[in-house]
């Protein structure tokens, strides 16, 4: 894994800035992480890779 990210940092952000970033996280989570929080079937999950590579529909759309 590389230490590098594909694009340069811009200076930290902002106050006002931290505060929104942290809203628009805590929205999303509300509105698509929350609902679906250990209510995911063993119907609903299915396998990628190998039997202990799962994969549920949130992480299909997402």
Do not use: H, Y
């Amino acid at each position: 894994m590389s230490d590098s990210l594909p694009i340069p940092l811009s200076p930290p952000l902002t106050p006002a800035q931290q505060t929104a970033l942290v809203n628009l996280v805590r929205r999303a989570a509300r509105a698509e992480i929350m609902p679906r929080f250990r209510t995911v079937t063993r119907a609903e999950a299915d396998t990628k890779s190998g039997p202990t590579d799962l994969v549920t529909e949130a992480d299909r759309q997402a």
